[in-house]
C-alpha cells in the first residue's frame, strides 16, 4: 500500500500542472496534457475502500455509480497516456473492480461490499464496458455471464409483467422493473437503454427478442427532429419540451445528449439501415451545441438551463458517437466540444459544472465525463465468450 501510494503520488506531482488554457483549436499535445492531468486527479480520488465516493451528494456517497462510471473513464485513457500513467491507472482500476464485485444485488447486478446499491442497471453496464476495454482487470468468466444475464432481466418485458401497449416496454431504466415506481412511460429511459443494449451488443449477449423488444422502445423515444429521453412527451424528464403539431400526436421535442444516446441504442441493435442512422445523425448535426454554464444569458429558458446542465454527459456520448462511424461535420463538432472542453479543467486537473440539475457539479462526475470526451480509441465491437 505504501509503495502504491509512493508511486501514484509521484505520478501526480509530475502531472498536475497547471492545466491548458485554449484560445484556438485544440492540438494532440494540449488534448494529452489535458487527459493526463485529468487521470491523474481521478487517481488521486479513490477511497481506501477502492471505489469513488461523492463529497458533493448523499445518495451518490457510497460510489456505486461514481465508481463504474469513473473505470469507464480510467479505460478511455488505454494507449492515450504515457505508461507509467497507464499502469497507475492499471493498479487503481482493479482495486475499483474489486470494489464493485464482492457481492451482487438480489439481481444480480452490481452492488457494493455491503449490499449498497445506487443506479445499479448503469453502474453493471458501465463496468462491463470498462472491463471490455482492459482485459487486464479480473472480472471472471462467470460473473461476467451473472452480470449480462441480470442486465437481460432487467428489460421491462413480459417477464416483469410490462406489455407493448406500456410506454416502457423494451427499455431498460436505471432500476428493475419491480423496483420502480413505475411513472407511466418515465420508469425506462434511452440513455440507460443505450448503454445496456452497447454492452449486450459487445459482448455477443443480445437475444434476438430482447433486441426487438428494445427497437419496440426505441421507436417511442424518437420524434421528429431527434430523440427524447422518454416516451412520453410532456414528461419533465425531456429536457428540451415537446413539439405540438396540428394533426398529429405531440412528441418529445429532440436535443442533443437523448439523440446521441438513440443513434447509440439504434446501431447497437444492428436492425436500422445506414439510411435511418443518417437521418439522426443529421438531426443531431443540425442541433446547436448546449451552451456551457459561463455562457447561458442572464434569463435562460428552463430547456437552456436543463441543457447546459447536462453539457458534460452530452460531450462525452457525441465522443463515442464519433468513435464509431466517420463523418466530417460530427468529427467538426466533436472538435469545438472539445475545444470548449480544454478550457474548462481546473488546474489541479479536475472539471465542474457550475449547474447542478443533473449532478455534474460534482467533480468526479464532470472529470469522469470529460475524460470519456477526450478518448480517441474505437471501443471494441465484440467480446469472445
Not at 51 to 79: D, F, P
Not at 140 to 158: D, I, M, T, Y
Not at 244 to 257: I, L, Q, R
Amino acid at each position: 500500500m505504501i509503495a502504491r501510494r509512493r508511486f501514484v503520488g509521484g505520478l501526480l506531482s509530475s502531472l498536475l500542472l497547471p492545466a491548458v488554457r485554449l484560445h484556438s483549436a485544440p492540438t494532440e499535445t494540449t488534448i494529452k496534457a489535458a487527459r493526463s492531468q485529468g487521470l491523474a486527479w481521478l487517481l488521486s480520488q479513490q477511497a481506501g475502500s477502492g471505489g469513488w465516493h461523492s463529497q458533493t451528494y448523499g445518495n451518490l456517497r457510497e460510489g456505486i455509480g461514481l465508481t463504474s462510471l469513473v473505470l469507464k473513464a480510467l479505460a478511455s485513457t488505454r494507449s492515450n497516456v504515457p505508461d507509467d500513467a497507464w499502469q497507475a491507472a492499471l493498479a487503481t482500476g482493479q482495486r475499483g473492480v474489486n470494489f464493485l464485485t464482492r457481492r451482487q444485488d438480489l439481481h444480480g447486478l452490481v452492488c457494493g461490499p455491503n449490499g449498497e446499491t445506487d443506479q445499479p442497471i448503469y453502474a453493471t453496464a458501465l463496468l462491463l464496458q470498462a472491463a471490455a476495454i482492459v482485459p487486464e482487470w479480473e472480472l471472471s468468466e462467470s460473473l461476467r455471464e451473472k452480470l449480462l444475464a441480470a442486465l437481460r432481466e432487467a428489460q421491462f418485458g413480459p417477464a416483469a409483467g410490462c406489455q407493448p401497449k406500456d410506454e416502457e416496454f423494451g427499455g431498460w431504466g436505471p432500476l428493475p422493473p419491480e423496483q420502480s415506481a413505475r411513472l407511466p412511460g418515465d420508469s425506462a429511459n434511452i440513455a440507460v437503454t443505450a448503454h445496456v443494449l452497447s454492452v449486450l451488443r459487445q459482448y455477443d449477449a443480445l437475444p434476438e427478442e430482447t433486441n426487438a423488444r428494445a427497437r419496440t422502445f426505441i421507436n417511442r423515444c424518437r420524434g421528429r427532429d431527434g430523440f427524447g429521453f422518454v416516451p412520453v412527451a410532456d414528461s419533465p424528464l425531456n429536457k428540451a419540451g415537446m413539439v405540438k403539431s396540428d394533426g398529429e400526436p405531440d412528441v418529445a421535442a429532440g436535443y442533443p445528449s437523448a439523440t446521441c444516446d438513440g443513434w447509440l441504442a439504434m446501431q447497437a441493435t444492428g436492425l436500422y439501415s445506414s439510411t435511418e442512422l443518417h437521418q439522426v445523425l443529421e438531426q443531431y448535426l443540425a442541433m446547436p451545441l448546449p451552451s456551457v454554464a459561463e455562457d447561458l444569458p442572464e434569463r435562460a429558458s428552463r430547456a437552456g438551463q436543463q441543457l447546459a446542465g447536462l453539457w458534460f454527459y452530452h460531450a462525452a456520448r457525441a465522443s463515442e458517437v464519433a468513435t464509431r462511424i466517420s463523418l466530417p461535420k460530427l468529427s467538426q463538432k466533436r472538435e469545438e466540444l472539445r475545444g470548449q472542453l480544454l478550457t474548462k479543467q481546473q488546474d489541479e486537473g479536475s472539471w465542474k459544472n457550475a449547474i447542478a440539475t443533473m449532478r455534474e457539479d460534482d467533480p468526479l462526475v464532470a472529470t469522469s465525463m470529460a475524460m470519456i470526451a477526450l478518448q480517441e480509441m474505437m471501443p471494441p465491437e465484440k467480446v469472445s465468450p
